[in-house]
């Protein structure tokens, strides 16, 4: 049972570059999300998916597309990479039952030059 | 909003000693609380959590305090540990918000040997 896994771990892109953040969860949550990290602050929710099919914006979703494949896997996307976007992003799951009881995967570290 | 480069408030303790880590939250309106533990480049980890219902919880070594009057959390952790340094947030979950967390900015607990 892995939890949630994400790929890749680092990414290093050039502004304007496209990249997809993928996040997968073998826990059968139906609720997955994306957070940014930036330094010395707490997370930001970009965008959630409450169940398979749908999504939803969050604090800061400019900038960003989400896509929920099947109810393992949501990916965020950037579009046209900018340094504002250097940030560390986690994904996170959580149940129906209790939905506020997030478990996070290990992050990616993006870095935007 | 916040800026990017903010320092982390950050609390140092002798091995042994008890530690308290206190949060402020915004949203009167919330009824769900969690603290998650972060150690340097891995996801934030749950510890414990509490419902506006109850005025404390407690867990292994950990205990979670809640006043609803003047919206403050705080977590407490006995006997602290050097496994115990990391970054600790608290987050809450407004009342109607499905899964959504705010999350707070952080405080990082550095335990001396």
């Known amino acids: 049972n892995a939890g949630v896994t994400q790929t890749p771990k680092f990414q290093v892109l050039k502004t304007g570059q496209s990249m997809t953040l993928q996040c997968a969860q073998d826990?059968?949550?139906?609720?997955m999300y994306w957070y940014r990290q930036d330094p010395g602050m707490g997370l930001r929710l970009i965008y959630y998916?409450?169940?398979?099919?749908?999504?939803d914006k969050g604090e800061v979703p400019n900038g960003y597309n989400v896509s929920r494949l099947n109810k393992r896997e949501f990916s965020l996307r950037l579009e046209s990479a900018a340094p504002s976007q250097t940030s560390v992003y986690f994904c996170?799951?959580?149940?129906?039952?209790?939905?506020?009881?997030?478990?996070f995967g290990p992050g990616t570290r993006l870095l935007v030059l | 909003g916040e800026s990017v480069g903010l320092h982390l408030p950050t609390l140092s303790v002798q091995e042994g000693d008890n530690s308290i880590i206190n949060c402020a939250y915004s949203?009167?309106?919330?009824?769900?609380f969690i603290w998650y533990k972060q150690e340097s480049g891995k996801g934030p980890q749950f510890i414990i959590d509490?419902?506006?219902?109850?005025d404390k919880r407690q867990g292994q070594r950990v205990t979670v305090l809640l006043n609803k009057t003047v919206k403050h959390l705080s977590l407490q952790i006995a006997a602290t540990q050097p496994g115990d340094s990391a970054v600790y947030f608290c987050?809450?979950?407004?009342?109607?918000?499905?899964?959504?967390?705010?999350f707070g900015q952080g405080t990082e607990l550095s335990v001396k040997p």
């Open positions: 987050a809450e979950n407004p009342y109607n918000q499905g899964g959504k967390l705010i």
């Open positions: 996170a799951s959580s149940d129906e039952v209790f939905i506020e009881t997030q478990y």
């Open positions: 509490i419902r506006s219902n109850m």
């Open positions: 826990m059968n949550h139906n609720s």
């Open positions: 949203n009167s309106a919330s009824d769900y």
């Open positions: 998916s409450a169940s398979e099919g749908t999504t």
